[in-house]
């Protein structure tokens, strides 16, 4: 009897997130960082566990070990790498240009290769420690041809003006899926190197106001044209939300595993709502708690210092007479509320119902075809994601 199209299932809850966040974001501050290795895992094993296609979830069986010896020893290569390439650069900038800037501008553009260079095995890490019904995910090898492809597809992205983005992405896109293995089957993206330009379609609209507005204005002297500038401006995050929702949709769709495939329905205004909503949300929550910290540092000080609150502060010489522990006391303040619960909440708000949306927008088609499918064997890592974790690459999940 042939199975039904396979659904998936969300199961991740905002209860459980904010108190694992905050716990693994705590831990991580206090640890000067060395914690974030296991707050990843742990959270990546947190959302993995949400998503269950079909009832059955997704497992993360990656160990924060693998994670800190990578990143540990990815910073000696790249100490290594970047110290001896830019004493070279900096020594023929000084000889022959007399100057450090063409050193500072080379030095970055070599070091763009090794960006992409860990975005490929940072995704080949992630979907080797990746199961789902017991059946390990795969990337195989292609490193070099990703550096190469990723760094000519950017050139001309910037050379277009942005124009050309969806084409890069799909590129990008097609030559890592048809590398990624399910088992024994290996995974195909369909469709041409154009099929994503439809869904930037709102961007482009959004930008061409903002570009035509601010010139108009200019050119003619006239500030009327300004309200096609805010049109376009008001436009661009709608125009965002719409390719983030049909560039997922065109792409899935577009994958092929052996004879099955999928079908996915994510809603542009959905996205939209969720940034719009769980940025307000995130806003409130963070004014809330300033003020609050900021009442109970008030009460200390009344405590250790009454006359201090009496004066009052008429301006910024009084604040600069606080004592140096009231100054450390509001500088950790900051930090805990940009850092710290900024990242809490914007799991909560944002990252995991949009996470929900798509997964339970996306259904897996003909699931009939996975049933023939076997274990792969296990691909080993020296340096995990290390290199993903050295570069400013974000932390992604």
């Known amino acids: 009897m042939a199975l039904r199209d396979l659904t998936t299932d969300y199961a991740g809850r905002g209860t459980p997130m904010f108190r694992l966040a905050l716990k693994t974001g705590v831990l991580t501050v206090l ?33 924060p070990t693998e994670m800190l010896t990578g990143f540990l020893t990815a910073v000696v290569v790249l100490a290594f790498y970047i110290g001896l390439v830019n ?27 090794m960006i992409f260079f860990a975005q490929y095995r940072a995704r080949r890490y992630i979907l080797a420690r990746t199961r789902w019904r017991g059946i390990r995910f795969g990337l195989e090898p292609g490193v070099k041809g990703y550096v190469w492809r990723a760094s000519l597809w950017w050139i001309v992205t910037i050379l277009s003006a942005g124009i050309l983005w969806p084409v890069k992405t799909f590129e990008l896109e097609k030559y890592r899926t048809d590398r990624t293995w399910y088992g024994d089957q290996r995974f195909e993206q369909t469709g041409g190197r154009w099929s994503l330009m439809g869904a930037m379609k709102h961007v482009y609209i959004a930008a ?56 996915c329905r994510p809603r542009g205004g959905r996205i939209v709502a969720i940034y719009l ?27 250790f210092d009454p006359e201090l609150i009496a004066q009052g502060f008429d301006d910024l010489a009084s604040l600069a007479a606080l004592p140096a522990w009231v100054a450390t006391m509001a500088g950790l303040t900051a930090y805990f509320a940009a850092f710290l619960f900024w990242g809490v909440l914007r799991e909560v708000f944002i990252t995991m119902p949009v996470a929900r949306h798509l997964a339970e927008s996306t259904e897996i088609v ?20 290390g290199f993903a974790d050295a570069l400013p690459l974000g932390d992604g999940i």
Do not use: C
């Not at 640890?31 to 959302?47: A, C, E």
């Not at 061409?208 to 049109?231: H, K, N």
């Not at 125009?239 to 595993?257: D, I, N, P, V």
């Not at 949300?281 to 109970?296: E, R, S």
């Open 31 to 63: 640890t000067l960082g060395f914690y974030r290795f296991w707050m990843k895992t742990r959270m990546r094993r947190y959302y993995w566990s949400a998503i269950r296609p079909g009832g059955q979830p997704l497992e993360f069986t990656g160990r």
């Open 87 to 113: 004493l070279i650069l900096m020594f023929l900038s000084f000889s022959l240009f007399g100057g450090d800037a063409p050193a500072y501008l080379l030095s970055f553009l070599g070091l763009v290769p």
């Open 208 to 263: 061409a106001l903002i570009g035509a507005g601010s010139a108009a204005a200019a050119l003619l002297e006239q500030p009327i044209w300004f309200v096609a500038t805010a049109m376009g401006a008001a436009w661009a995050p709608l125009g965002l939300a719409h390719w983030k929702a049909e560039s997922f949709k065109r792409l899935t769709e577009g994958k092929r595993l052996g004879e099955a495939g999928f079908r």
């Open 277 to 303: 909503l769980g940025g307000l949300a995130i806003a409130g929550l963070l004014i809330a708690l300033l003020f609050a910290l900021g009442m109970g540092i008030g009460i200390l000080l009344s405590v």
């Open 366 to 385: 003909n699931p009939d075809a996975l049933n023939a499918i076997r274990q792969r064997p296990r691909d080993e890592f020296a340096e995990a994601e």
